[in-house]
């Protein structure tokens, strides 16, 4: 499977854009790229995905690198809601016996 | 539409003790998963099943036995359960289709001492 990587940790003003990176260098053509978060003590939820084109959608958007080696997932305008833990997660749409395979993640700070 | 649903929501086992976690789901999704969440870390797959009456082993199945008698739950049993079993478990859903989103429990709080 596809891997991903992502900052341990980043830290953000309130009422500020947040710019949340990934980079999946071995993303196969037929990977689409998923968003998840996870707030303290919840399950995770999903965020957004896409496969090539930039994705806008009420929470984010998803901005994607030419090449697709790497993403960013935008939160325009973060609020203290915001804090928790994003995960970028590849799915690959042609595997019959879905696996989705998590990394660590990204712990937002969001500073009031 | 209650989405996932996992009971129990807490759990204290002793060691060597049994039990069921049940995993319900009423979105008719043919994909469902165990994962396995420990402190700080990400989520790891323990198993998971791609239609009722399947079920395939994840990252970290060892010392866990799964059924999908039905297509709306999965069950997550513990045979004999170890302190290292102390974590909290969550359950997923989705359409096979990679460009679907899945769909997450609030999660189990178990705990072996």
């Known amino acids: 499977d596809a891997k991903t990587t992502q900052p341990n940790s980043m830290e953000s003003n309130e009422e500020e854009p947040v710019h949340l990176p990934c980079n999946h260098s071995?993303?196969?053509?037929?990977?689409?790229i998923h968003w998840y978060r996870q707030l303290p003590s919840q399950g995770p939820e999903y965020v957004i995905h896409?496969?090539?084109?930039?994705v806008n959608n009420r929470m984010a958007s998803l901005a994607i690198a030419e090449d697709r080696k790497s993403s960013t997932l935008i939160l325009h305008r973060a609020t203290l809601r915001d804090a928790a833990v994003y995960y970028c997660?590849?799915?690959?749409?042609?595997?019959?016996?879905?696996?989705?395979?998590w990394g660590a993640g990204t712990k937002l700070i969001i500073k009031p | 539409n209650a989405g996932v649903t996992q009971t129990p929501k807490f759990r204290v086992l002793k060691t060597g003790q049994s039990m069921t976690l049940l995993c319900a789901q009423d979105?008719?999704?043919?994909?469902m998963y165990w994962y396995r969440q420990d402190p700080g870390m990400g989520l790891r797959l323990i198993h998971y099943?791609?239609?009722?009456?399947?079920?395939a082993k994840g990252e970290v199945p060892d010392g866990y036995n799964v059924s999908r008698l039905k297509k709306q739950n999965f069950l997550l049993g513990l045979e004999s359960a170890a302190p290292s079993q102390t974590s909290v478990y969550f359950c997923?859903?989705?359409?096979?289709?990679?460009?679907?989103?899945?769909?997450f429990g609030q999660g189990t709080r178990l705990t072996v001492v």
């Open positions: 997923a859903s989705s359409d096979p289709d990679g460009d679907t989103e899945a769909f």
């Open positions: 979105m008719n999704h043919e994909y």
């Open positions: 099943s791609v239609g009722e009456g399947t079920t």
């Open positions: 071995t993303i196969s053509g037929t990977d689409y």
């Open positions: 896409g496969l090539t084109s930039n």
């Open positions: 997660i590849l799915r690959d749409s042609m595997d019959s016996n879905y696996q989705l395979i």
